[in-house]
């Protein structure tokens, strides 16, 4: 598609980009609403598995769509995704219990995780990798923008409508962006002899679904040595394998394996893994500290991010341009991850709100510095053929490195949280509760977790309620449990950071290719080069 005009391609452009927003502000927008939700319905028994189902169903789309929209053209995957997404997000508004909820959220999974899968990659067919590069910083910042604004609207539009009407607000943006993809993106004709991958696309199903529950679960569901957990990690490798077998022996396998022997693509997987290993410890556990440590209510506690988010917006579509004038790209890898270091090695010392802000601010800085580079990179050293199962293989790694990672950080900070509160509890300094009525003192001790820091009104009424000379001691206990939570959350940043020092040092090896002026591979264009400088000495 590189011979359609500029004013085309930005046209189909501004459309994948409105069909990327509508997928990513529907999911951001009910970050902040979704417990609400959920008490409505009644089902905070299965909170857990209204995020895991759309998280599920996302990351096995992602990756089974990509060499599909390969053989068959990105055109009719978009719409499907869009249509899927839409027909997803109206039904989760028309729940009546958490069942039906937990079911329409997969189907929107699955559209989501088409969407997200052929709209990198039609930004691939549309432009030349030396082109790609503001296009990437661009699309970035969609997902960056509607992480601005979609919080903040959900927690505003579910505290003054009804919640149904967050699931259904944007649906007129999903209908004018299937519209615009169905008129202006091309249609690619379907090549004759290839065959769908249906035994290896199973596989690889068997091996990730049982891999995302694991981790899902592990720490919180059930421990990390039990049965279930065991056994799931069991079914992956064993599934895993089968894959394996099956990839190497049929013709059109559905991830390829020979992807993985190009250093540009396993190193920019295994980086993306580890960045967003890194992105989905900040995001989450800075609500922890700043709602629990510093007791700032939810309301304002979603501003902070607000910063982040931002920073991220602009230095990403900045990044873009930079990447597109110069042609090249590691550079930026490596100033970005050492930023992001920065910024979380900051996030260990945090103590008030500005020192948070600010060190949420480096930390986006450093995500937009780094996040368009990666999916470029394995872009550009593939060939154009085999862009949608490649964009594919990015997006699986970053999926399956926030899966990890929030497990993995979930259980740092829950073995330093025992250990501290111990601590904390059983030291001189620690509250004595001898003196204080022990029915009184028993129901005191029931706040002497970190959740209950997450609930200021709570605290307030309690304290209101208790005697004069009882309210000092209750003071000092919070005080304890706040301490304790800030020293945890330092180990969790800590933890993060030493993560993303492995990113960086993994950056080093990634080798950088020029980038194409064309969709053609490297060995093509270097043969029309050559043939170039022939016909100019003959």
């Not at 090549?191 to 696309?201: F, L, R, V």
């Not at 390829?256 to 980086?271: G, Y």
Request: aromatic share 10%; net charge positive; hydrophobic share 50%.
């Amino acid at each position: 598609m590189e011979h359609l005009s500029l004013k085309r391609k930005i046209t189909i452009m501004i459309a994948v980009m409105a069909a990327m927003f509508f997928a990513a502000i529907n999911q951001t927008i009910t970050s902040t609403a979704m417990p609400r939700i959920i008490a409505i319905l009644d089902g905070m028994d299965y909170y857990t598995w209204t995020i895991n189902i759309y998280l599920l169903t996302s990351t096995i789309a992602t990756i089974l769509v990509g060499k599909l929209s390969d053989m068959y053209g990105r055109k009719p995957f978009i719409l499907i995704g869009i249509l899927l997404f839409m027909i997803g997000a109206f039904l989760t508004g028309t729940s009546h219990d958490v069942f039906q909820f937990i079911t329409y959220r997969g189907i929107q999974g699955v559209g989501a995780g088409i969407i997200q899968s052929t709209a990198f990659t039609a930004v691939g067919d549309l432009f030349a990798p030396r082109e790609r590069g503001k296009w990437m910083g661009l699309m970035t910042a969609v997902f960056g923008f509607s992480s601005v604004l979609g919080p903040t609207l959900g927690g505003y539009l579910v505290d003054h409508i009804d919640w149904h009407w967050l699931f259904w607000i944007f649906l007129p943006l999903g209908v004018v962006a299937f519209i615009m993809i169905m008129v202006l993106f091309p249609k690619v004709e379907r090549k004759p002899g290839q065959h769908i991958d249906y035994m290896g696309s199973l596989f690889l199903t068997i091996a990730i679904v049982p891999l995302l529950l694991a981790f899902s679960w592990a720490g919180t569901e059930y421990a990390w040595g039990s049965v279930q957990i065991l056994g799931l990690l069991a079914v992956t490798v064993v599934a895993a394998l089968i894959f394996i077998f099956i990839e190497s022996k049929v013709k059109e396998p559905v991830l390829p394996l020979h992807l993985f022997k190009n250093s540009v693509v396993t190193v920019s997987n295994l980086i993306g893994f580890i960045m967003n290993f890194g992105l989905m410890g900040a995001m989450i556990y800075i609500s922890f500290f700043v709602q629990g440590v510093l007791g700032i209510s939810p309301t304002y506690a979603g501003y902070v991010t607000i910063p982040m988010s931002l920073s991220m917006v602009i230095t990403s579509a900045v990044t873009g341009q930079l990447i597109a004038k110069t042609g090249k790209y590691k550079r930026f890898a490596l100033i970005g991850i050492p930023v992001m270091i920065i910024g979380m090695t900051g996030m260990i010392f945090m103590h008030h709100i500005a020192f948070t802000i600010a060190t949420t601010i480096i930390f986006g800085i450093g995500l937009g510095l780094g996040m368009p580079v990666f999916s470029l990179a394995t872009q550009n050293a593939v060939s154009h053929k085999e862009l949608g199962v490649v964009t594919a293989s990015t997006q699986l790694f970053r999926n399956l490195g926030g899966t990890i990672g929030i497990a993995v950080m979930g259980t740092v900070m829950s073995n330093s949280l025992t250990k501290n509160l111990k601590g904390a509890f059983t030291s001189s300094s620690a509250p004595d509760f001898s003196k204080v009525d022990p029915q009184l003192a028993q129901q005191l001790q029931g706040f002497a977790n970190p959740t209950t820091l997450m609930n200021k009104p709570l605290i307030e009424k309690t304290m209101a309620s208790l005697p004069t000379d009882v309210q000092p001691l209750f003071t000092q206990m919070i005080d304890t449990i706040r301490d304790a939570l800030s020293s945890t959350l330092s180990t969790v940043f800590f933890t993060g950071a030493l993560v993303l020092c492995a990113a960086l040092l993994l950056a080093f090896f990634l080798k950088e290719l020029p980038l194409r002026t064309s969709n053609q591979s490297h060995k093509v264009n270097a043969q029309a080069q050559q043939g170039e400088e022939a016909a100019v000495q003959a």
